[in-house]
């Protein structure tokens, strides 16, 4: 191949800027161009009044003081159209149009799955792993999911001090729907004494306990790290337990989050417990030395396979080395193997 494209999809990832100035520098290197499309999908659709809100010829200066950048310069969206297989197909006529042979899709789950649909049609498409939530099996980290976990370490190490201070109790959230990899790393790391995930179930009468035994022992301060979908594994009947206790009259069933948790746990304990949603700032900020590297090895791989003539494929890193597999395979979630150590090593002491 002599001209590629690239893109970023779904949530932004700390080191896709990286990934990005990897394909094209190694591109120029070995005489291929690059195209970037922005905003992901929506990029390669061409719905724009300007073709210029929709792609650019990338050069070395295009990238050039990008690699310490967090976010993604080409800018990222989700784009439901792109279900449809005829917009798909629209895609690969514009795409053949500008010469672009090939596309190199730096996102997550949902990403992969448009670069999967894609190859199905014929058209060489490349997967990199770019997602803070370090979710998908068959690598062993993602890029963006290091600098994520640092991220809410330091934000963990604040509260702690904060809530030492005050002998309370903290509720720390951080990002992850369905995989519980960042607030498994982030316990571990921070030696938070409880973790809240979407893949274990819990009963908040069980958590209430540990936060007693724990004041009990002396401890100054309890942190507890709730993953944002964890609620989804929650088997306590909270309706029960609002209409057992007064001071849970005004707690909201509708949609349950984690600072009604913690006033729940508060009321149970009758020990202070404060919520905090550390919210997007993982995703933000400079990536780490170790995102940077890891996207500019997968960046390199994936515009190689490329130029080869390879396509359909998901790079990936397994015991420091990096590998391709099927697309079809790159999109299987992970189920962590920490779970258990997390639970061996927080126990309240």
């Known amino acids: 191949m002599k001209r590629i494209g690239v893109l970023t999809s779904g949530g932004d990832a700390p080191g896709m800027n990286a990934a990005i100035r990897a394909v094209v520098r190694s591109g120029i290197e070995s005489g291929v161009s690059v195209i970037g499309f922005k905003r992901g999908y929506n990029g390669i659709i061409m719905q724009s009044d300007d073709q210029r809100d929709d792609f650019e010829l ?24 792109f279900l449809d297989e005829s917009v798909q197909k629209k895609a690969i006529d514009n795409l053949n149009k500008l010469g672009v042979e090939g596309i190199v899709c730096i996102g997550g789950n949902g990403t992969f799955s448009g670069a999967d649909a894609l190859y199905k049609l014929g058209y060489p498409t490349i997967g990199v792993p770019g997602t803070i939530d370090n979710d998908l099996e068959y690598t062993d980290y993602t ?56 893949e274990k179930e819990w009963y908040i009468e069980d958590i209430a306990d540990r936060v007693k035994w724990g004041v009990m022992r002396g401890k100054a301060s309890m942190i507890m790290i709730f993953a944002e979908g964890a609620v989804k594994s929650l088997k306590s009947d909270l309706s029960k337990l609002c209409q057992k206790y007064d001071a849970l009259s005004e707690v909201s069933l509708h949609r349950v989050t984690s600072s009604q948790i913690a006033s ?20 933000g900020g400079a990536p780490s030395a170790s995102d940077r590297i890891l996207a500019t090895r997968l960046g390199v791989r994936a515009m190689q396979l490329l130029r080869d003539d390879t396509g359909g494929r998901a790079v990936g890193i397994k015991n420091n080395a990096i590998i391709d597999v099927p697309l079809s395979e790159g999109k299987l979630s992970r189920v962590s193997a920490n779970l258990e150590l997390i639970n061996m090593i927080s126990e309240v002491s």
């Open 264 to 283: 729940i746990i508060e009321v149970l304990t009758g020990h202070e417990t404060r919520a905090t949603v550390l919210g997007y700032t993982q995703r």
């Open 58 to 81: 990338l050069t070395g200066r295009s990238v050039s003081g990008k690699v310490h950048r967090g976010g993604t310069f080409l800018m990222t969206a989700r784009c439901l159209e």
């Open 143 to 198: 890029i963006g999911f290091d600098t994520a976990v640092n991220t809410a370490c330091e934000c963990v190490n604040r509260i702690r001090e904060s809530s030492e201070s005050h002998e309370r109790a903290s509720m720390v959230t951080v990002m992850g729907r369905d995989c519980g990899e960042i607030a498994i790393s982030t316990a571990l790391a921070s030696g938070a004494e409880i973790v809240l995930v979407p």
